[in-house]
């Protein structure tokens, strides 16, 4: 087994700085320096995209302190036509969020241009507790979970 540690999950956005606006707001994400602004041969050979040109930054994941994850939220200069995000599609799902209360994170979500995907629903697991998740999307339609649990009585 490697040796490994989680570093980041990565975004690739149509408006970068758009998006990491809104998980700024909506999740309280916190940038963290430098901006990137990454061009020349060595980012060509490294993603196999000619000519590529990438824009971004990282974002600190909330709830982890300083060393934590970071979201990587990238522009490339190109972008490859592809279909919107689906939550059943074969590879990454969505980001999941822990919140205190999914109607009101729901309804900030909307408010700073997400949408919803699914309804608000609570259901009890057995030895878990009860989880009360809703999907949504993020403004250039990734999905994000955003999910409560109570310890069952």
Same mark, same amino acid.
């Given at each position: 087994?490697?040796?490994? #540690?989680?570093?980041?999950?990565?975004?690739?956005?149509?408006?970068?700085?758009?998006? =990491?606006? $809104?998980?700024? #707001?909506?999740?309280? !994400?916190?940038?963290?320096?430098?901006?990137?602004?990454?061009?020349?041969?060595?980012?060509?050979?490294?993603?196999?995209?000619?000519?590529?040109?990438? !824009?971004?930054?990282?974002?600190?994941?909330?709830?982890?302190?300083?060393?934590?994850?970071?979201?990587?939220? $990238?522009?490339?200069? /190109?972008?490859?036509?592809?279909?919107?995000?689906?939550?059943?599609?074969?590879?990454?799902?969505?980001?999941? $969020?822990?919140?205190?209360?999914?109607?009101? =994170?729901?309804?900030?979500?909307?408010?700073?241009?997400?949408?919803?995907?699914?309804?608000?629903? =609570?259901?009890?697991?057995?030895?878990?507790? /009860?989880?009360? $998740?809703?999907?949504?999307?993020?403004?250039?339609?990734?999905?994000?979970?955003?999910?409560?649990?109570?310890?069952?009585?």
């Amino acid at each position: 087994m490697l040796k490994a #540690r989680y570093a980041h999950t990565n975004i690739v956005a149509r408006d970068w700085k758009l998006l =990491s606006g $809104f998980y700024e #707001r909506v999740f309280g !994400c916190t940038p963290v320096p430098p901006e990137r602004d990454l061009s020349g041969t060595w980012i060509e050979e490294g993603t196999g995209v000619k000519g590529a040109r990438i !824009c971004g930054a990282h974002l600190r994941m909330p709830g982890h302190g300083q060393d934590g994850p970071t979201l990587e939220i $990238f522009q490339y200069n /190109t972008v490859e036509p592809g279909p919107a995000p689906a939550i059943n599609r074969p590879g990454l799902g969505h980001l999941a $969020f822990v919140v205190d209360d999914v109607r009101e =994170s729901l309804q900030e979500v909307l408010a700073q241009g997400g949408k919803i995907l699914g309804r608000v629903v =609570s259901h009890e697991i057995p030895e878990a507790g /009860t989880i009360t $998740f809703a999907y949504a999307r993020d403004p250039e339609g990734n999905i994000i979970e955003l999910q409560h649990w109570s310890q069952n009585d």
